[in-house]
């Protein structure tokens, strides 16, 4: 794993994070409680901050970035970034799915139990509703999501917890819970 300061500010990890060994964490990033960071994601904070909430998973190749002068990232808990999907300078509210080869731009709302479809494109500045499907490039509010596509995410968070408490347990990577880990909060 790479993980780096940049500009004076490191990357600071709650408790139980995994950080898989080709991902990269750099400079004001914030991961709280059993966050997951997969193989080959990048959370680059060069130019403002990242701050990831708890149980939320970040998917193998996902991007995660930020823009000047007023464009952090906020990832609430609870929430799914899926492979390959990108994150520029918006707001992913709690149990949210972004879907695999997605991407939200600078200034997007993503509400609570939302969902962005697959390769959807969430131009800058749209709020998507709580409890909304966007899909389409670019996105457009389709439809409400159903109590059961709730259930179904949650599992996916759950399913995440386990994989990454699987992969702490393995840990031919360094973990983060030792105290001699990179920029322990607190």
């Known amino acids: 794993m790479r993980i780096r300061p940049f500009a004076g500010k490191e990357p600071r990890f709650g408790e139980r994070v995994f950080v898989a060994a080709t991902a990269a964490v750099v400079g004001d990033v914030e991961l709280a409680d059993d966050v997951s960071v997969w193989y080959g994601a990048v959370l680059r904070a060069d130019l403002q901050e990242i701050r990831i909430g708890a149980r939320s998973n970040i998917q193998d190749n996902a991007v995660v970035h930020v823009d000047e002068p007023d464009f952090p990232v906020h990832v609430a808990e609870d929430v799914t970034v899926g492979h390959a999907a990108v994150l520029h300078g918006c707001r992913v509210e709690r149990g949210a799915l972004v879907g695999m080869h997605a991407t939200v731009l600078n200034g997007a709302v993503i509400g609570e139990e939302a969902v962005v479809a697959a390769g959807a494109l969430v131009p800058p500045g749209m709020a998507v509703p709580p409890r909304s499907l966007a899909a389409g490039v670019p996105a457009r509010v389709r439809r409400e999501v159903t109590a059961e596509e709730v259930a179904h995410m949650q599992r996916g968070v759950?399913?995440?917890?386990?994989?990454?408490?699987?992969?702490?347990?393995?840990?031919?990577?360094?973990?983060?819970?030792?105290?001699?880990?990179?920029?322990?909060?607190g």
């Open 158 to 185: 759950r399913s995440y917890l386990q994989l990454k408490t699987r992969s702490l347990a393995d840990d031919g990577e360094r973990s983060l819970d030792d105290p001699g880990a990179w920029g322990r909060r």
